[in-house]
């Protein structure tokens, strides 16, 4: 066990764990941040989407010792402008199905956006492909970063 200090939604957090466990793990057992989701625990599904430094990872395949010193965003803490932009249109769009999904989906969108404010069809798929939903909510996810993307644009 080792002592390790994480930054999560621009706080400082100790924990006590082995180092190569999963920072997925650690937000969801040790922090009780259950916002971020586990589905695979493979790395194939996105469920588990936070932004490390800006850049949406697969918290289910990060060990914490590699997200020391980096800044970690999960859904909680997704108060950026363009988080929020997002969060409203994936109202606005009724985008939920079952919502399993979404918090990773709404992390993924916030780091294109954010990265490219006007993306094209083919960059949201690019950008959205890692983020699998059972419910088929794709389309809507599309209407609601195009739904920002034109509120940035303007
Ligand atoms: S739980 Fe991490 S990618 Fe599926
Ligand atoms: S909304 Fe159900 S898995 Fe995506």
Same mark, same amino acid.
């Given at each position: 066990m080792a002592i390790i200090k994480l930054t999560i939604n621009g706080v400082e957090r100790t924990i006590e764990a082995e180092p190569d466990m999963p920072l997925l793990w650690a937000l969801?057992? %040790? %922090?009780?941040?259950? &916002?971020t989701k586990y589905g !695979? &625990?493979? /790395?194939?599904?996105?469920? !588990?989407t936070v932004l490390v430094d800006g850049d949406p990872m697969q918290s289910c395949l990060l060990p914490v010792s590699e997200a020391v010193g980096k800044a970690i965003v999960t859904i909680e803490g997704l108060s950026t402008e363009i988080g929020r932009a997002l969060q409203q249109a994936w109202i606005d769009e009724d985008?939920?199905? !079952? /919502?399993?999904c979404q918090p990773g989906q709404l992390l993924s969108a916030t780091a294109l956006l954010t990265r490219k @404010?006007? @993306?094209t069809d083919s960059d949201i798929d690019e950008a959205m492909n890692s983020n699998l939903c059972r419910c088929g909510t794709y389309p809507r996810i599309r209407l609601a970063i195009k739904r920002v993307s034109r509120g940035i644009a303007q």
């Open positions: 969801r057992d %040790l %922090l009780s941040m259950t &916002g !695979c &625990g493979i /790395g194939e599904c996105g469920a !588990c985008v939920s199905q !079952c /919502g399993y @404010p006007r @993306p």
